[in-house]
C-alpha cells in the first residue's frame, strides 16, 4: 500500500487564491511527521511545513498552513494569496518514528499558477 | 554558508562502472539521507545516518553502498551502475534538535548508459 498519496498530478490556481492540495498517508504508527516540500523547476528541494501526529494545532508558516484531519489521515497542503513563484511541484512526505529516520514521499502535485 | 552541497552535479556512467557521489554539509547536521528521485514517483530513501561511523538501509537500498566516516560527509557508491539506476538523486540533513527538518541539497543527475 501506498505511505503517501497524492491524487492531484497538476492544479491550477488564480494569481491571489487560495488553493488546497491533497495528502492523504497510510501508517499504523502513532508517533509520525507529516512534511510538504516544494521544488521549483530548478530542481531544489524546499522544506514548507512540518505537522506532527501529536501536535493538537494546525501548523502554520506565513501563506502556508497544513489542514491536518488525523482521523481521515490527511494533511492537505493551503496556499493562501498564491504567487506566481508558487508555481513548483510539491510533494507531501511522512517519517514514521518508531522505524527510526523512514522517510516516504507521494508522488507530487504541479501547481501552476495563473497570472 | 554554503549548506548542503553535493559533487558531482552531472555525470554519464556506461554499465558496471563504478562511481561514488559525494555529499557535504557544513551545518553540524547530525543525520544525513540520500534519496532518489524518478519520474512520477517522488523521492524514495536509499540510506541514512543518523551519525559519524554509523549507516542504515532505507526503502531502496540494493545496488547501492554509503559511508559516513565524517560527520560532514555521506558518500553514496554505486560498485556496478544498471540503467535502472539512472535517476536523480539528493542529498539532505538534518539535526538532532531539529530533525522534522530537512535540508537538501541540489541533487546530481545520473544517466547509466
Known amino acids: 500500500a501506498q505511505k503517501i498519496t497524492q491524487t492531484q498530478p497538476g492544479m491550477f490556481v488564480q494569481e491571489k487564491e487560495a488553493v488546497t492540495l491533497d495528502c492523504t498517508y497510510d501508517?499504523?504508527?502513532?508517533?509520525?511527521?507529516l512534511f510538504w516540500y516544494k521544488q521549483p523547476s530548478s530542481g531544489e528541494m524546499i522544506f514548507l511545513i512540518y505537522?506532527?501526529?501529536?501536535?493538537?494545532q494546525n501548523a502554520t508558516e506565513g501563506r502556508y498552513s497544513l489542514n491536518f484531519q488525523k482521523a481521515r489521515k490527511s494533511a492537505n497542503l493551503v496556499i493562501s494569496a498564491s504567487q506566481l513563484g508558487d508555481s513548483a511541484m510539491y510533494f507531501c512526505a511522512m517519517r514514521e518514528f518508531s522505524t527510526g529516520n523512514q522517510f516516504y514521499f507521494g508522488t507530487g502535485t504541479s501547481l501552476t499558477v495563473i497570472p | 554558508n554554503a549548506g548542503v552541497t553535493q559533487t558531482p552535479k552531472f555525470r554519464v556512467l556506461k554499465t558496471g562502472q563504478s562511481m561514488t557521489l559525494l555529499c557535504a554539509q557544513d551545518?553540524?547536521?547530525?543525520?544525513m539521507y540520500w534519496y532518489r528521485q524518478d519520474p512520477g514517483m517522488g523521492l524514495r530513501l536509499i540510506h541514512y545516518?543518523?551519525?559519524?561511523?554509523?549507516?542504515a538501509k532505507g526503502e531502496v537500498p540494493d545496488g547501492y553502498n554509503v559511508s559516513r566516516l565524517k560527520k560532514q560527509n555521506f558518500l553514496l557508491g554505486l560498485e556496478s551502475a544498471a540503467p535502472s539506476q539512472t535517476s536523480v538523486y539528493f542529498c539532505?540533513?538534518?539535526?538532532?534538535?531539529?530533525?522534522?527538518?530537512?535540508?537538501f541539497g541540489p541533487g546530481t543527475r545520473l544517466l547509466v548508459l
Open positions: 545516518s543518523v551519525g559519524e561511523g554509523t549507516t
Open positions: 551545518m553540524n547536521h547530525e543525520y
Open positions: 501508517t499504523s504508527d502513532p508517533s509520525y511527521g
Open positions: 505537522q506532527g501526529s501529536y501536535d493538537q
Open positions: 539532505a540533513s538534518s539535526s538532532l534538535i531539529k530533525e522534522e527538518t530537512q535540508y
